[in-house]
């Protein structure tokens, strides 16, 4: 016997469980609700839509056979009942119904269930400040308020903008407003780095690096005090300096939208998340959660977790719909993973990166590796830049992040690391991880298979590293004396860095370093350098067999140093 099932939102996992139950169950009545009058669309692909690669709106709210996702298609497709421009303002959970607001004529109803999934998102946060109201500022809450956003950008309205927040959200909108547009950005980040919590210190200033090349301002550890216009937004004022702006985005994150669970008496917890086991059932058994509006399991941590992600939404809005229809499904938990593009590059990971492992109380370190994506003698091979968080005495893995090209060849390592995260691999397993292998895709020891094994080496003590960030701080104060920078590549890469420093920097090629180990001081501390990583770590082996434990291997070696962007 079919249930009566009420959904209250309708844009990612609302969909998705009423289409599952609906397959499983088709007797059942499913009805969706939502205030919008535009549903099921893909909220992740708005930054795309502002930056023209997506020219249409409808483009986001259709399927891949070009059918527009509106009430007629849920009715004709789906036999799934739609109620648009609706709000939901109360559940009765002893009565089971919830009391809706047509938003268009003002009525009043109550609609009964047997079952009620809510899928009612987040919403945007904004600062409170003086000014934030002003026309022209916005944040990124749904489709239609990015289609006002395009249209005062492709209505000439706006030379300069000015992003609050440098998380995803905020970076991807950076490049969205530079790129196609060309618009003077600028981004204002509270933390000391982008992506602050996602990838280390190491990386994010890679790609700030990069960021910059492309011509945005990037501006951290500043706060907006204010933001100031008559009418409209003129400037926004940190505590570091003025900033034009036509046009202003506060990117600074999203909070649960669990009013309706809270003032049922569900439990929420001190986040504002709504709280569910993992078959998704709320503390009532009758009523199901999932998407942007729950906290859910994080499988490194063992903690409850946060990740409002469309690609997260969708598989619980399958694993509700067959327990609606009397499954017994559950959601294990997220380990965080994500990717974005930003311009030329694309930043992916998962799991814990080394300051939130560290922050979370794992005694962590942290891998570096840079390497080809391909077979090195492949003619077409563009480098990889890998960081593996592994916790140490278990040598369990915590976490992976990097950074590369547009290409899918980051993905590609991120993914299987991913995959495994839930079942505690260790450093074995990733140096041994079978990966398939041909020249023209990969390299018969993977850059997955070289981190494990750098990671080992790493907590063996064989391997004492230092990532571009402290060979910049080291650089910086030379001239104390007390490191010499030791080049162990050939004579033609290391000779432009010995003429211009012949007070710190010394070639001594790794092929030649058991011949010439008298040429080595012995009161100086030594900073092992190579274009990767790889003949500094063999230089670092030798002198180890010396006794000399004084060395420090540059993990990334040149190329780190570049991506970084410190010019020697």
């Known amino acids: 016997m079919g249930k009566r099932i009420v959904i209250i939102g309708a844009v990612a996992l609302g969909p998705k469980a009423a289409c599952r139950v609906k397959r499983l169950e088709p007797d059942s009545e499913v009805v969706m609700v939502d205030q919008s009058d535009m549903i099921s669309y893909g909220g992740c692909g708005i930054p795309y839509f502002l930056s023209g690669d997506v020219s249409d709106p409808d483009q986001l709210q259709s399927t ?29 959970r002893r009565g089971k119904e919830v009391w809706v607001e047509d938003l268009v004529h003002g009525e009043k109803r109550a609609l009964p269930y047997d079952r009620l999934v809510l899928a009612t998102g987040s919403k945007a946060k904004r600062l409170h400040l003086p000014g934030t109201d002003l026309e022209g500022v916005f944040t990124l809450s749904g489709l239609k308020e990015a289609i006002s956003i395009k249209k005062r950008i ?8 000015v992003i609050i927040g440098a998380g995803s959200i905020g970076l991807e909108m950076a490049e969205a407003l530079g ?9 204002i980040e509270i933390e000391d ?70 003032e049922a008496g569900m439990e929420v917890s001190e986040t504002g998340a709504i709280r569910v086991n993992k078959r998704l059932e709320t503390s009532d058994p009758h009523i199901y959660a999932g998407g942007d509006c729950v906290e859910i399991l ?10 409002p992600l469309g690609s997260l939404a969708n598989r619980q809005g399958r694993v509700i719909g067959t327990n609606l229809a009397g499954g017994s499904e559950e959601f ?19 799991g814990l990166s080394i300051g939130t492992a560290l922050r979370e109380g794992f005694d962590a370190v942290s891998a570096f590796v840079v390497q080809f994506d391909r077979a090195h003698f492949y003619p077409e091979k563009d480098l990889l830049y890998l960081e593996l968080v592994v916790e140490k005495g278990t040598g369990r893995i915590l976490g992976i992040q990097g950074l590369g090209e547009r290409g899918d060849g980051l993905v590609a390592r991120v993914n299987p690391v991913a995959a495994i995260l839930k079942h505690r691999p260790t450093t074995r397993d990733i140096s041994n991880l079978e990966l398939p292998y041909s020249p023209p895709f990969s390299s018969a020891m993977d850059i997955l298979n070289a981190l494990g094994n750098t990671a080992e080496n790493i907590l063996a003590g064989r391997n004492r590293v230092i990532d571009a960030d402290q060979f910049a701080k080291w650089w910086e104060r030379r001239d104390t004396g007390d490191t010499l920078f030791l080049d ?16 710190h ?8 370093l058991r011949a010439r180990l008298e040429e080595l001081p012995r009161d100086k501390k030594l900073v092992l350098i190579c274009n990767t990583g790889v003949r500094s770590y063999e230089a670092q082996v030798t002198l180890n067999q010396i006794g000399r434990k004084d060395t420090y291997n540059l993990q990334g070696g040149m190329a780190a140093v570049k991506k970084w962007g410190l010019d020697l």
Request: glycine share 10%; net charge neutral; with cysteine.
């Open 488 to 503: 162990c590549r050939e004579w033609g890469n290391a000779e432009p860095f010995v003429e211009k420093y012949p007070d």
């Open 298 to 307: 994080n499988l490194i941590t063992g903690k409850p977790g946060y990740w």
């Open 193 to 262: 780095q982008v992506l602050p919590g996602l990838i280390s210190p190491n990386l994010a200033r890679m790609a700030k690096t990069h960021l910059e090349e492309k011509g945005i301002a990037l501006h951290l550890s500043e706060k907006v005090q204010r933001i100031q216009g008559k009418d409209r937004v003129e400037k926004v004022i940190t505590d570091r300096r003025s900033l034009e702006a036509d046009l202003v985005i506060m990117a600074v994150g999203v909070t649960p939208n669990s009013d309706l669970a809270r």
């Open 154 to 161: 492709a209505g000439g309205e706006v030379g300069k903008a």
């Open 64 to 92: 891949s056979f070009h059918m527009l996702r509106d009430e007629a298609f849920f009715r004709a497709t789906k036999d799934v009942g739609v109620m648009t421009r609706t709000r939901a303002l109360s559940i009765d």
């Open 179 to 187: 790129d196609l547009w060309g618009i003077e950005t600028a981004v």
């Open 332 to 350: 294990e938990g997220a380990v965080g993973a994500f990717v974005l593009k930003l311009f030329q590059i694309s930043l992916a990971g998962a």
């Open 505 to 512: 920097w010394k070639s001594l090629p790794q092929g030649q």
